[in-house]
T-cell receptor
Framework: DAKTTQPPSMDCAEGRAANLPCNHSTISGNEYVYWYRQIHSQGPQYIIHGLKNNETNEMASLIITEDRKSSTLILPHATLRDTAVYYCIVRAPNTGGFKTIFGAGTRLFVKA | EAGVAQSPRYKIIEKRQSVAFWCNPISGHATLYWYQQILGQGPKLLIQFQNNGVVDDSQLPKDRFSAERLKGVDSTLKIQPAKLEDSAVYLC?????????????FGPGTRLTVL
């Protein structure tokens, strides 16, 4: 079972910020929060990850609450090409690597 | 840098037939993953390799699915015999290392339709 909870869908106007929430209330102290997105008919694409500090890169910002039980992915100026399914994942370490459990994700629709 | 390559991109078979998928990860990536993605759902990890050793195959239906990664580079995933419920996209991914902050690079997937 996925360790995260996300809304099934969201809408956003083009040019506005898209704020995608994720709940991970059972996260462990050594687990990271990762975000991926999947554009139609493509494989998932890495966006960003964080442990407890807020992170920013050229694609997005990640805000993690102080208790680490939830986070928000922010696309500052959404474009039509950002329409995709966004997955929030909590990484669970296992021997030799990390088990990645995807939930159903949030389907983001960016509208003109 | 070339991405993860997969073939074929599409495959249609009848139930009880066999099928194989091929994956070539990004050069130098030690970890390779196979995922199954059923329509409308997130990807589900089937098997994870570290070099040519299996790290996790707990969700692989071993009565019909098998995978190998000889020489720690390319990998094949086989289904024998296929069932209707195996219709899905099969994604291959690779990552450079298994440190805390590795990211996975996904291939385009193989869409399997079982009739």
């Amino acid at each position: 079972d996925a360790k995260t909870t996300q809304p099934p869908s969201m809408d956003c106007a083009e040019g506005r910020a898209a704020n995608l929430p994720c709940n991970h209330s059972t996260i462990s102290g050594n687990e990271y929060v990762y975000w991926y997105r999947q554009i139609h008919s493509q494989g998932p694409q890495y966006i960003i990850h964080g442990l407890k500090n807020n992170e920013t890169n050229e694609m997005a910002s990640l805000i993690i609450t102080e208790d680490r039980k939830s986070s928000t992915l922010i696309l500052p100026h959404a474009t039509l090409r950002d329409t995709a399914v966004y997955y929030c994942i909590v990484r669970a370490p296992n021997t030799g690597g990390f088990k990645t459990i995807f939930g159903a994700g949030t389907r983001l629709f960016v509208k003109a | 840098e070339a991405g993860v390559a997969q073939s074929p991109r599409y495959k249609i078979i009848e139930k009880r037939q066999s099928v194989a998928f091929w994956c070539n990860p990004i050069s130098g990536h030690a970890t390779l993953y196979w995922y199954q993605q059923i329509l409308g759902q997130g990807p589900k990890l089937l098997i994870q390799f570290q070099n040519n050793g299996v790290v996790d195959d707990s969700q692989l239906p071993k009565d019909r699915f098998s995978a190998e990664r000889l020489k720690g580079v390319d990998s094949t995933l086989k289904i024998q015999p296929a069932k209707l419920e195996d219709s899905a996209v099969y994604l291959c991914a690779s990552s450079l290392r298994t440190a805390n902050y590795n990211e996975q690079f996904f291939g385009p997937g193989t869409r399997l339709t079982v009739l």
